[in-house]
């Protein structure tokens, strides 16, 4: 049983297009989170929502926008998609009201490649 | 500003020998703080995490680490690497004081494991 899932799992697209990435959790977890690891695997965390409410928003361009629909699923809209969006995505979910003690749980990324 | 830096970009060791990866974190007070693996191609799992209490710390996998406040350090270990260790392995801080979820990870090392 996939406990983080993210489709899809590979996304090559031209510049200026619109996708979207999808995650789901069947953890029973109330907090979900975007991660972006750059080509030098650096990580760093995008957005976060507790229990369908935005309570993490880092400085990312306008261009990306999280909806979860429920709190099992958090999406990933991105706009207008250019060269230096390619990266890995991730997803992760934690237990609790998102604290720091809560242990996150990541899903097995998305490859966008923006040509 | 907050930062955690991992020396070492790429380990190699033998399989059978002991390993320990670096880290140092830049913070304000003593954080929370992780070690995650990294497999080919996967998510991010938890190794291990310190929160308070005893500094040598248990985690999967055969894997330990130590906090050592007085050099603000949290380096992993582990006596014998197996082939199956190799991955990129990334450690983690998150403030103390409240607030939400906010892994700040390091660059990552990237073991390989000789046989």
């Known amino acids: 049983d996939t406990a983080v899932s993210q489709t899809p799992k590979y996304l090559v697209t031209q510049m200026g297009n619109d996708k979207s990435i999808k995650c789901e959790q069947n953890l029973g977890h109330d907090t979900m989170y975007w991660y972006k690891q750059d080509s030098k695997k650096f990580l760093k965390i995008m957005f976060s929502y507790n229990n369908k409410e935005l309570i993490i928003n880092e400085t990312v361009p306008n261009r990306f926008s999280p909806k979860s629909p429920d709190k099992a699923h958090l999406n990933l809209h991105i706009n207008s998609l250019e060269l230096g969006d390619s990266a890995v995505y991730f997803c992760?979910?934690?237990?609790?009201?998102?604290?720091?003690?809560?242990?996150?749980?990541f899903g097995p990324g998305t490859r966008l490649t923006v040509l | 500003a907050q930062s955690v830096t991992q020396p070492d970009i790429h380990i190699t060791v033998s399989e059978g020998a002991s390993l320990e990866l670096r880290c140092n974190y830049s913070?304000?007070?003593?954080?929370?703080l992780f070690w995650y693996v990294q497999s080919p191609g996967q998510g991010l799992q938890l190794l291990l995490k310190?929160?308070?209490?005893?500094?040598l710390v248990q985690g999967i996998k055969g894997f330990e680490a130590e906090f050592k406040r007085s050099q603000s350090s949290f380096n992993l270990r582990k006596p014998s690497v197996h082939w199956s260790d190799a991955a990129e392995y990334f450690c983690?801080?998150?403030?103390?004081?409240?607030?939400?979820?906010?892994?700040?990870f390091g660059a990552g090392t990237r073991l390989a494991v000789h046989p």
């Open positions: 992760a979910s934690s237990q609790g009201g998102g604290t720091t003690m809560d242990t996150q749980y």
């Open positions: 913070y304000g007070a003593t954080p929370y």
């Open positions: 983690a801080v998150a403030p103390v004081s409240g607030g939400y979820n906010k892994l700040i």
């Open positions: 310190y929160f308070s209490g005893d500094t």
